[in-house]
């Protein structure tokens, strides 16, 4: 890894090869997470909701359900699933925020 000014400040640094890696594979996390929130959303709730409206949670037709609440409880699980992937991303990267953030109260 390179020395730059962030490392005199205590910030993690990257060469250019591994900035372009991590933020790749950033994209390609984003991409898919928002691909299947997009699909959720979108085919669950419109495109195939008659078809679901065939199976009942409690009283509730899975279609109007899946409108209501699955594309958003979809999001919330994504969300959780990005946060848990890019702590897994940031460590095969050398980058530690709580090790960050530790050093900066210090300061």
Excluded at 89 to 94: I, R, T
């Amino acid at each position: 890894m390179e020395k730059n000014d962030n490392a005199l400040k205590g910030e993690p640094t990257l060469n250019e090869s591994d900035r372009s890696a991590y933020w790749h594979s950033n994209l390609r996390l984003m991409a898919t997470l928002l691909t299947v929130w997009a699909l959720v959303s979108l085919v669950a709730s419109t495109l195939i909701v008659d078809w679901l409206n065939n199976v009942n949670i409690g009283s509730v037709p899975l279609g109007f359900w899946m409108g209501q609440q699955g594309s958003i409880i979809t999001f919330v699980i994504l969300i959780a699933i990005y946060v848990w992937r890019m702590e897994k991303l940031d460590k095969a990267f050398g980058i530690d925020e709580d090790a960050e953030l530790a050093r900066q109260e210090k300061s």
